[in-house]
């Protein structure tokens, strides 16, 4: 991964750093706002005065939804991974909370992907491309990413791809599935063998790595499912690493990973249990034995 650079060693200001940010110093030229069905405020774009844009995204749970989960948090502590795992995928975001000409801006903001295509107008990817493409499967898998889709990842004429729209994950529900994936990465492991790939292996590598310190990010900033959202990275790091280990094929049936990450998730409660609450201990066990 020459290309995409990490660091094995972070200080807790470089971890943290604009992970709450600010649009107040900037001027305002231009927004183009969306309208979500159903609800007062959708996604909107923002055209600053020195050319910069940005896709601010509100956090309705001050609007419409009050027991949704923190989705603003969500899409920055999903950059902040990107960025200690080296993908360089998800472009710069942070959790804003501005009122600017009387106008409160209180949700995420995102850096503006320009001159880009979605995955349903290209006809073909480069090798470049194809490349990253695999990296952000492993990604999204790790992440719990239930709605990634063509229509959000974006492509430019450099051969990059742009991972964005990614709210949707971290455990979004407490009812949530642990076990549950796009089944998109099975096929992808079924169809190559770890020496045809070293940049998805250097990944995992380096999602192990760093195990810690991206679960103490959650744990720090991911105020509600944040137990389950722990326990759902840390079994699938291990899952996907383990399998390294091995020098093994990776299963090739869904069924088979769902087992096999469910192992993993027992095995994580019974080493971990003064850090599981004795209730979520349980109902994480009751709802394995329904999804297993």
């Not at 509100?58 to 989705?71: E, G, K, L, S, V």
């Not at 073909?124 to 990253?132: G, H, I, L, P, V």
């Not at 996907?240 to 088979?256: D, G, I, T």
């Amino acid at each position: 991964m020459d290309s995409h650079k990490h660091t094995d060693n972070f200080s807790k200001n470089e971890l943290e750093r604009d992970i709450f940010g600010s649009i107040k110093d900037k001027e305002i030229e231009n927004v183009e706002c969306e309208r979500w069905m159903g609800g007062p405020r959708g996604p909107e774009k923002i055209t600053f005065r020195d050319g910069s844009i940005a896709m601010f995204k509100c956090d309705i749970r001050h609007y419409w939804m009050a027991d949704n989960p923190d989705t603003p948090i969500r899409e920055t502590i999903v950059y902040k991974i990107d960025t200690i795992v080296g993908l360089g995928l998800v472009p710069k975001t942070m959790v804003i909370d501005d009122t600017i000409n009387n106008i409160r801006y209180n949700g995420s903001i995102q850096e503006w992907v320009k001159n880009a295509k979605d995955g349903y107008q290209i006809d073909k990817m480069t090798r470049k491309e194809r490349e990253d493409y695999q990296r952000l499967l492993i990604f999204d898998f790790i992440i719990g990413n239930s709605d990634r889709h063509l229509g959000n990842i974006l492509f430019t004429s450099d051969d990059k791809i742009h991972a964005i729209d990614n709210n949707a994950c971290l455990v979004i529900g407490k009812d949530e599935d642990l076990l549950a994936f796009p089944d998109a990465i099975i096929d992808f492991f079924n169809k190559k063998t770890i020496t045809d790939i070293p940049h998805v292996v250097e990944l995992i590598e380096t999602f192990y790595k760093n195990k810690k310190i991206i679960l103490n990010l959650i744990g720090k900033y991911v105020h509600d499912n944040t137990k389950l959202a722990q326990l759902m990275v840390e079994s699938r790091i291990n899952y996907l690493f383990n399998m390294l280990k091995k020098k093994q094929p990776f299963p090739r049936k869904y069924l088979e990973w769902r087992k096999g990450l469910s192992a993993e998730i027992q095995r994580i409660l019974s080493q971990n249990q003064s850090s599981f609450p004795m209730y979520l201990t349980l109902t994480a066990l009751s709802q394995l034995a329904v999804w297993g």
